[in-house]
Antibody
Framework: QVQLVESGGGVVQPGRSLRLSCAAS????????MHWVRQAPGKGLEWVAV????????NYADSVQGRFTISRDNSKDTLYLEMNSLRPEDTAVYFC????????????????WGQGALVTVSS | EIVLTQSPGTLSLSPGERATLSCRAS???????LAWYQQKPGQAPRLLMY???NRVSGIPDRFSGSGSGTDFTLTISRLEPDDFAVYYC?????????FGPGTKVDIK
């Protein structure tokens, strides 16, 4: 079955960096667009970034543009989120999510989700 | 950026009642690229509807979606105990992709 497992979360000081990983299994990772979505404690969902299946196109939320980088390694079935210059307001559970149709050059809804990784930015 | 507004913020209903959730966009959502998600505490969101009115496989037919342009609705025809949760709309027609703030459906 489709499985997405995030890792790499933890407590980090403001201004430092952290890299999240999302290991995919149960489907052909290389043909699906992938997203990161976050949720601050007690708050709603916030879309963070998307990378198309081939890795050549990426888009970001304004709140993370220039600080976060989404990437993927299709040979390892893994999605990444490199987070730099972290701020307290980046504290959240970070979900990786997969779109529904394969081989799409436009965005779609998010059919499969991981359970999330908690990132806490605090001194 | 397309801003999504959901109303009401909280909907207090009893099992068996009908729930009507609204999602309004600040500008037209092209091709009705609007999705609905359900989220329960401590869980990841679950996709219910895509393309405004297409139900995901395995989602009960008491869930239905409608609307176009800037106004969209999720209807739950008869609430079951498992349906009490937070519901989010999301547009995926333009970047940045955005979510609404959510509607909490709780037990009256």
């Amino acid at each position: 079955q489709v499985q997405l497992v995030e890792s790499g979360g933890g407590v980090v000081q403001p201004g430092r960096s952290l890299r999240l990983s999302c290991a995919a299994s149960g489907f052909t990772f290389s043909v699906y667009n992938m997203h990161w979505v976050r949720q601050a404690p007690g708050k709603g969902l916030e879309w963070v970034a998307v990378i198309l299946y081939h890795g050549r196109n990426k888009n970001y939320a304004d709140s993370v543009q220039g600080r976060f980088t989404i990437s993927r390694d299709n040979s390892k079935d893994t999605l990444y989120l490199e987070m730099n210059s972290l701020r307290p307001e980046d504290t959240a559970v970070y979900f990786c999510a997969r779109e529904s149709p394969p081989n799409s050059n436009t965005w779609s809804s998010l059919l499969a989700w991981g359970q999330g990784a908690l990132v806490t930015v605090s001194s | 950026e397309i801003v999504l507004t959901q109303s009401p913020g909280t909907l207090s209903l009893s099992p068996g009642e009908r729930a009507t959730l609204s999602c309004r966009a600040s500008q037209s959502v092209k091709s009705n690229y609007l999705a609905w998600y359900q989220q329960k505490p401590g869980q990841a969101p679950r996709l219910l509807m895509y393309g405004a009115s297409n139900r995901v496989s395995g989602i009960p037919d008491r869930f239905s979606g409608s609307g176009s342009g800037t106004d969209f609705t999720l209807t739950i025809s008869r609430l079951e105990p498992d349906d009490f949760a937070v519901y989010y709309c999301q547009q995926y027609s333009s970047s940045p992709l955005t979510f609404g703030p959510g509607t909490k459906v709780d037990i009256k």
